[in-house]
């Protein structure tokens, strides 16, 4: 008989996982959703000018060719169209359960007990948590994904202020920046593309820079009418043009985070971009970084500095002190600000978080984490049997498209399905893990994100939690290996 299946999460990796189960014939699923709709993060960063800077026909399931995309780098409500034709295709909604968070997985000896709690419950001390047990489950996937819990920077005063403000995946939309004076804390990703739409609106907008990025040309376009005939309608050449995405990146984009090849290729990209579009030496000066690029994740963009040199905005590299009722001080001055949006990025290094998971030990996984995440491929725990995770530890990528790691590790789960459910539970060997651990410190030597800068990539002691730290052919072919023998039937040596 078919394992039962919990999936947590419908964003990319639930709804992957869900399909390739449906694809397979095994319907002995649910999805668990806390949200009122599916889409993870592509639902929650609503922001003006949210996109993805990789390709659509990359940022996409190799399964699912999709006639509709509009643009090369598709645009945040075209992501979710996708995601939508992807569950209405596969007949997936009717599985999903919305408004139902896990808090709870508690392996019992045999199966997931799960606890869950509604968004509409009325128990509003506990966060919503009526602790409701639902059926167990033999198998639980988690695809939670590691942007999911916004992190707001502890500044003095924020409960003070006059104003209205939010993060940057909360935004609001009641609220209308025409006019305003505002200030964006933050210039990551998120802040790069959601600055240039502000700055079209407000009456002042103040641009609150810690420590620049690297930022290398976003060569966006849109797809005119035989483009997407082509696409539709010429064997082949979607698989074509995703291929050679996926290997441009692979060969120059890699190298250069592996301090390789094409480091200085990429440093040059980038300075070249800031030299062509921002004139003024002084500003130049505040937007260049002084380690090496792809330490942090590089920004991908070409509105973000044009914006900087608008009249109506101004970058403020001072450091914050306090946030007053009337707007932001930093060590050099005051700025009066009516709106602040803090683009200050996400809890990216506490997964599965706020979740409490119970394996074998009875001991939490928290508890396990403590020093920082890590699973066998970024999938599997040892003491947590047949619990599989999606876009687990050291599973990012700074430099391709993370929809690719996600599709080999629901095959490593589809492959690992069948054999727990000839055997019964299965969990990583701790040996296995050891050894995964060892081989993964070793690469992460010679990547780019160790020294030189603080990044989501990391915890607060420097422990790269985040990254694969190699090719994604290498993840492919770890992935595609049979479970046996990294696994073993729990009980058995
Ligand atoms: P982020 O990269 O973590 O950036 C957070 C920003 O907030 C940084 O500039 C950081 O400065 C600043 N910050 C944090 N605390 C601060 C404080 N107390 N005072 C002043 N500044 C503070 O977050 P993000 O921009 O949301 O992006 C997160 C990730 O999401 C990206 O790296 C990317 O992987 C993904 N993303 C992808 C896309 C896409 O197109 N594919 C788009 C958006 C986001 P420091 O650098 O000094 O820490």
Redesign the pocket.
């Known amino acids: 008989m078919a394992p039962s299946v919990a999936i947590i999460g419908a964003g990319f990796g639930g709804l992957c996982m869900a399909i390739q189960l449906e694809r397979a014939g095994i319907r002995s699923y649910t999805v668990f959703e806390k949200a009122g709709e599916l889409g993870g993060t592509w639902r929650d960063?609503s922001y003006p000018g949210?996109?993805?800077?990789?390709p659509s026909h990359l940022y996409s399931y190799s399964f699912e060719k999709y006639a509709s995309w509009t643009r090369r780098y598709p645009e945040q409500p075209e992501i979710l169209d996708y995601l939508a034709h992807c569950a209405d295709k596969y007949d997936i909604r009717g599985k999903i359960r919305f408004r139902t968070e896990v808090r709870r997985a508690v392996f019992d000896g045999a199966k997931w007990q799960l606890s869950t709690s509604c968004a509409d419950s009325d128990d509003d001390e506990n966060g919503g948590d009526n602790g409701e047990r639902v059926e167990p489950f033999d198998v639980v996937v988690m695809g939670v994904g590691q942007?999911n819990r916004p992190?707001l920077?502890?500044?003095p005063g924020m409960a003070d202020f006059d104003g209205v403000s939010f993060h940057?995946?909360r935004w609001n939309h009641d609220h209308d920046l025409t006019g305003r004076r505002v200030a964006v804390?933050?210039?990551?990703?998120?802040?790069?593309?959601l600055i240039p739409r502000v700055a079209e609106q407000a009456e002042h907008l103040y641009v609150?820079?810690?420590?620049p990025?690297w930022v290398i040309p976003k060569p966006d376009a849109t797809f005119g009418p035989a483009t997407k005939l082509a696409f539709h309608f010429v064997p082949g050449l979607q698989r074509v043009y995703r291929e050679w995405i996926y290997r441009y990146a692979e060969g120059t984009l890699y190298p250069a985070l592996a301090q390789g090849w094409s480091v200085n290729l990429l440093r040059q990209r980038a300075l070249r971009h800031l030299r062509s579009q921002v004139p003024d030496p002084e500003l130049r000066d505040r937007l260049t970084p002084d380690y090496p690029p792809g330490c942090?994740?590089v920004v991908?963009d070409s509105t973000f500095y044009p914006a900087l040199t608008r009249p109506n905005v101004s970058l403020v590299t001072d450091k914050?002190v306090r946030i007053t009722p009337k707007g932001v001080e930093t060590t050099e001055g005051s700025y009066a600000v009516d709106t602040i949006v803090f683009?200050?990025?996400?809890k990216?290094t506490e997964f599965l978080s706020p979740m409490e998971v119970v394996g074998l030990d009875g001991g939490s996984l928290e508890e396990r984490w403590r020093d920082g995440a890590e699973a066998y491929l970024g999938i599997s725990v040892p003491g947590l049997p047949n619990l599989f995770m999606l876009y687990g530890p050291n599973t990012?990528l700074g430099h391709n498209s993370i929809i690719f790691m996600i599709e080999c590790q629901v095959n490593h789960i589809m492959a690992c399905l069948p054999y727990l459910a000839a055997n019964g539970p299965i969990e990583v060997r701790p040996e296995v893990m050891a050894a995964w651990r060892r081989q993964l410190d070793a690469s992460m030597r010679r990547m780019v994100w160790g020294a030189g800068c603080?990044?989501?990539y990391k915890t607060a002691d420097g422990r790269v939690t985040n990254n694969w730290p190699g090719p994604t052919t290498l993840y492919r072919r770890l992935t595609a290996r049979p479970p046996h023998p990294a696994y073993r039937v729990v009980g058995t040596g």
């Open positions: 960063n949210a996109g993805c800077d990789i942007l992190r920077p502890d500044i940057s995946s804390i933050g210039n990551g990703s998120s802040a790069a593309q609150f820079q810690r420590t990025n942090k994740r991908i914050i683009a200050t990025g996400f990216s990012n603080q990044s989501w």
